[in-house]
């Protein structure tokens, strides 16, 4: 079955930057669209940034500018650079492609002002 693995995040301070990965296996990795969103405490999963099969990305208004969504068809992997973190993108990142049952653990990402 489909799985999303993501690795990458950490504790940094507001202005910094981290760089999150999406490991994804069990599926053909260059005909999915993929997207990174993030759940923070007590609110609602959303959608940051989304990459097609084509390498067109999509980004919330929360994010553009600051965020940079990249994909590498041969390693099955989409990379999202993260600029200019905030104490409010502390969060709970994840990766998929419209599997609702294939979500990983997530990486932490948390910013301190």
């Known amino acids: 079955q489909v799985k999303f693995v993501e690795s990458g995040g950490g504790s940094v301070q507001s202005g910094g930057s981290l760089r999150l990965s999406c490991l994804a296996s069990?599926?053909?990795?260059?005909?999915?669209?993929v997207g990174w969103y993030r759940q923070a405490p007590g609110k609602q999963r959303e959608l940051l940034a989304e990459?097609?099969?084509?390498?067109?990305?999509n980004y919330a208004d929360s994010v553009k500018g600051r965020f940079t969504i990249s994909r590498d068809n041969a390693k099955n992997t989409v990379t999202l650079q993260m600029n200019n973190l905030k104490p409010e993108d502390t969060a709970l990142y994840y990766c998929?492609?419209?599997?609702?049952?294939?979500w990983g653990q997530g990486t932490q990402v948390t910013v301190s002002s």
């Open positions: 998929n492609a419209g599997f609702p049952s294939a």
């Open positions: 069990g599926a053909i990795f260059s005909m999915l669209n």
């Open positions: 990459i097609s099969t084509g390498g067109r990305p």
